[in-house]
């Protein structure tokens, strides 16, 4: 089992920038990639950004955070950060920390952090 504790989530006016954090502990050698995802009412997560213990990473489909949102990690600590810098409205919602067990791609979630971005 892994275990996922997010923070740093919060209320920003638009242009404002967050930085949220993601502790992991448990069987944590079992986990390679860890990553962002975030979700709004009514519809599915999806995926922000993604990060492997060698560092590279997946920003996903969302146009629309690439160049402002920076996924970074501290093996050492076992955390993962993401960095939001010029935040949108549309940026307002739920982000889980996820983390991917490498023999059978289990996923594991954290309780997820509110972002709220207001005009």
């Known amino acids: 089992q892994v275990y996922l504790v997010e923070s740093g989530g919060g209320l920003v006016q638009a242009g404002g920038s967050l930085r949220l954090s993601c502790a992991a502990s448990g069987a944590i050698i079992s986990i390679n990639r860890m990553g962002w995802y975030r979700q709004t009412p009514g519809k599915e997560r999806e995926l922000v950004a993604t990060?492997?213990?060698?560092?590279?990473?997946?920003?996903g489909d969302l146009d629309s955070v690439k160049g402002r949102f920076i996924i970074s990690r501290d093996n050492a600590r076992e955390m993962v950060f993401l960095q939001m810098n010029s935040l949108k409205p549309e940026d307002t919602a739920v982000y889980y920390c996820?983390?991917?067990?490498?023999?059978?791609?289990?996923?594991?979630w954290g309780q997820g952090t509110q972002v709220t971005v207001s005009s």
């Open positions: 990060i492997t213990r060698s560092g590279d990473t997946n920003y």
């Open positions: 996820n983390a991917r067990r490498i023999w059978d791609s289990a996923d594991f």
